[in-house]
T-cell receptor, first 117, second 115 residues
Framework: DTGVSQDPRHKITKRGQNVTFRCDPI?????LYWYRQTLGQGPEFLTY????????KSRLLSDRFSAERPKGSFSTLEIQRTEQGDSAMYLC???????????????FGPGTRLTVL | AQSVAQPEDQVNVAEGNPLTVKCTYS??????LFWYVQYPNRGLQFLLK??????LVKGSYGFEAEFNKSQTSFHLKKPSALVSDSALYFC?????????????FGAGTRLAVHP
């Protein structure tokens, strides 16, 4: 399977604990995105990487959230001191930037469902 | 600011009947519009997009969507629904800044196709 993969698929944690999620994009894709989807809502943009550089962070991403993409390949999203409001599906997407392309399609992974007790 | 509205939480349709899932948008500039589908415990799957050209866009699994600039709508349609089409459908619009795209999604519409 050469699509976007995410690990773990499900995570249950207690409030106050730290959690880390991993995303492996499609191998040649240089752009990587994180979105968060809460119950009954559409996905909301969290952050974006071009290669290893984090170029935008949404205001949804509080100081407890940090994302990295150290070698421009896989990415991690860490949440420190989790709160019940962090319970959501965390989706990763990747795309390949192409010169002169009108739009570079984003391909989504299966998501990591986080439940904070 | 860009936004998307999906006015129906759920759409019910009988198998074999045509289906429509509604979407309206608000953007500055030319809209780039998308439909995605989400099955349980799966990520989003791309169905189709409108960027430019013909207002009727054909996509995966027999779906199509009609771009209507005057009504700022991009409704998803299928001539004959299948039970397997039952899923959550999201309309999205591109927000472009800083040389890259991010997607702004609607809240989603649950499609239920009954045998």
């Amino acid at each position: 399977d050469t699509g976007v993969s995410q690990d773990p698929r499900h995570k249950i944690t207690k409030r106050g604990q730290n959690v880390t999620f991993r995303c492996d994009p499609i191998s040649e894709h240089n752009r990587l995105y994180w979105y968060r989807q809460t119950l009954g809502q559409g996905p909301e943009f969290l952050t974006y990487f071009q290669n290893e550089a984090q170029l935008e962070k949404s205001r949804l991403l509080s100081d407890r959230f940090s994302a990295e993409r150290p070698k421009g390949s896989f990415s991690t999203l860490e949440i420190q001191r989790t709160e019940q409001g962090d319970s959501a599906m965390y989706l990763c997407a990747s795309s390949l930037s192409q010169v002169n392309a009108l739009y570079n399609e984003q391909f989504f992974g299966p998501g990591t469902r986080l439940t904070v007790l | 600011a860009q936004s998307v509205a999906q006015p129906e939480d759920q759409v019910n349709v009988a198998e074999g009947n045509p289906l429509t899932v509604k979407c309206t948008y608000s953007v500055s500039g030319n809209p780039y519009l998308f439909w995605y589908v989400q099955y349980p415990n799966r990520g989003l799957q791309f169905l189709l997009k409108y960027i430019t050209g013909d207002n009727l866009v054909k996509g995966s699994y027999g779906f199509e969507a009609e771009f209507n600039k005057s009504q700022t709508s991009f409704h998803l349609k299928k001539p004959s629904a299948l039970v397997s089409d039952s899923a959550l459908y999201f309309c999205a619009v591109r927000a472009f800044s800083g040389g890259y795209n991010k997607l702004i999604f609607g809240a989603g519409t649950r499609l239920a196709v009954h045998p």
